[in-house]
Nanobody, 127 residues
Framework: QVQLVESGGGLVQAGGSLRLSCAAS????????MGWFRQAPGKQRDFVAA????????NYADSVKGRFTISRDNAKNTVYLQMSSLKPEDTAVYYC????????????????????WGQGTQVTVSS
């Protein structure tokens, strides 16, 4: 059983930056592919980014490509989401998720494919 705790959300002006962190405990972190998703009010939970178990491979939603960077530190059991050039449409609750897998590639973009979820952290971008 893996517990995930996100942090780093907040209020930022358009064009600004934030770094989200997701600390994992209760499992072998390097055995999990990791992803970030977000959910705006009244909308479905959307894929943002994913990273392979080793951190060598990543994938991004088109809407954040070139602005967001996902990374992980397996020694610290933590995955990060560096967000830059933020836009008001990035406003959402951001969730990290873990996929228990033997697959060494990048996890998928579908939320049901992930096994564990954090509680989320709010990101609000003002115009």
């Amino acid at each position: 059983q893996v517990q995930l705790v996100e942090s780093g959300g907040g209020l930022v002006q358009a064009g600004g930056s934030l770094r989200l962190s997701c600390a994992a405990s209760g499992g072998t972190f390097s055995m999990y592919g990791m992803g970030w998703f977000r959910q705006a009010p009244g909308k479905q939970r959307d894929f943002v980014a994913a990273i392979s178990r080793s951190g060598s491979s990543t994938n991004y939603a088109d809407s954040v490509k070139g602005r967001f960077t996902i990374s992980r530190d397996n020694a610290k059991n933590t995955v990060y989401l560096q967000m830059s050039s933020l836009k008001p449409e990035d406003t959402a609750v951001y969730y990290c998720a873990a996929e228990s897998t033997l697959f060494r590639g990048v996890p998928g973009t579908n939320a049901p494919g992930y096994d564990y979820w954090g509680q989320g952290t709010q990101v609000t971008v003002s115009s």
